[in-house]
């Protein structure tokens, strides 16, 4: 197998209890308690992060706040701060540009590094992975998790083995044996509801799912069924992406003659954005800020931003936006020349791409 002749290494980190062990860092009151950051337990919200405090209760993440609270009446429930979390992803993403330029953010507290051509303590994948937390623990006060093996789907698996502040190594003599003693609601990507089905089709473990042809798996899972053949035979060779980091995604116009009419200019702002938001969906991105750049006839140019505290998940928000936006302008009094919408503060939409957790951020 190819991947035994020519193995990559590839470290999967993932920081522990994330936004929970930075609101325990930042403000001591909440360390050693059991701590939820999400929605606010009187509104429709779920959880986030919870510190291991809390999941001592049973709570965890994406579960509804009100749920939380029912579980641990005296837990603490605060919301999120995003820049904060933010500033914390910025210096470990320095901390792995030190050992690869293959970096592959998956969210604010998880990524994929390849470091099969890292020179670092003689090669070993584990030992990087070693000095990578032990840098993260002295820069940010936080711990965080690492799997090493020679794919992607292995070491997401293996940084979850020794959580809390371990790390676990799979190596490739070792990775089909670790795939058929999985238990089969282990395997990334299968949920307790398909789990279920693999247990009523007397799939428990890897080794049940191996013997499965891919005709059979994807006559019960469709698509997903053909990736979970792959997974069984220890076929992954996705590669590691390294994530250019996109600061704004946006569009402008600058239009023929200069617009005056504000219910044109307003329309056009409106058609801006759609088209602005759809590059930012097609990007995969979610964002935080919209901002409005106007261009008047004399060539003064403005831009007025607005800063949620919720991702723009839907076109909902829209018209609230862009009319608290257009009231910043002196759209009305004076013509215009260009006009541009962007978004900015983005974030890869896999944090948030389960449907449960849409409701994450309804924060209040
Ligand atoms: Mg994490």
């Not at 522990?16 to 001591?28: G, K, L, T």
């Not at 939380?68 to 210096?91: G, N, T």
């Not at 019960?220 to 220890?234: C, E, L, R, S």
């Not at 007025?304 to 829209?318: I, K, V």
């Amino acid at each position: 197998m190819d991947a035994q002749i020519n193995p990559r290494k590839i470290i999967h980190i993932d920081m522990d209890a994330f936004f929970a062990a930075v609101e325990q860092r930042d403000f001591p009151q909440y360390r050693n308690k059991p701590l939820i950051v999400g929605g606010l337990p009187n509104s429709r919200g779920v959880v986030a992060t919870c510190s291991y405090e809390a999941r001592a209760f049973g709570i965890h993440s994406v579960m509804p706040s009100s749920t939380a609270l029912r579980l641990c009446p005296h837990a603490i429930f605060v919301k999120p701060r995003f820049d904060a979390y933010r500033d914390v992803s910025e210096q470990i993403r320095a901390i792995f540009k030190e050992y690869t330029e293959l970096v592959e953010p998956v969210s604010l507290d998880e990524a994929y590094l390849d470091v099969t051509t890292t020179d670092h303590f003689n090669h070993s994948a584990t030992r990087i992975a070693q000095d990578i937390i032990q840098k993260i623990k002295q820069k940010t006060q936080l711990t965080a998790s690492a799997g090493i093996s020679y794919n992607k789907f292995l070491a997401k698996i293996a940084s979850d083995i020794n959580k809390p502040n371990g790390l676990f190594t799979i190596t490739p003599k070792q990775g089909s044996q670790f795939i058929e003693q999985l238990p089969i609601g282990k395997f990334h990507g299968i949920g307790q509801a398909t789990e279920q089905k693999m247990h009523a089709l007397g799939i428990y473990t890897g080794k049940d799912l191996k013997a499965l042809s891919k005709e059979q798996l994807q006559h019960h899972f469709g698509k997903t069924g053909v990736h979970y053949f792959h997974i069984a035979h220890n076929e992954d060779n996705r590669p590691v992406r390294p994530y250019r980091t996109i600061k704004s995604v946006g569009i402008e116009k600058t239009f023929t003659h200069d617009l005056s009419d504000p219910r044109v200019i307003e329309q056009s702002i409106k058609c801006l954005f759609s088209t602005a938001f759809a590059k930012l969906q097609k990007k995969e991105l979610n964002a935080l800020t919209v901002t409005l750049k106007v261009k008047y006839e004399n060539f003064e140019q403005i831009t007025r931003s607005r800063t949620g505290h919720e991702h723009l998940t839907d076109q909902g928000l829209e018209q609230e936006i862009l009319t608290a936006l257009i009231k910043k302008t002196a759209i009305g009094q004076r013509k215009v020349r260009l006009l541009g919408i962007s978004f900015s503060s983005l974030e890869p939409k896999s944090t948030i791409c389960h449907p449960q957790q849409l409701d994450l951020f309804q924060l209040s």
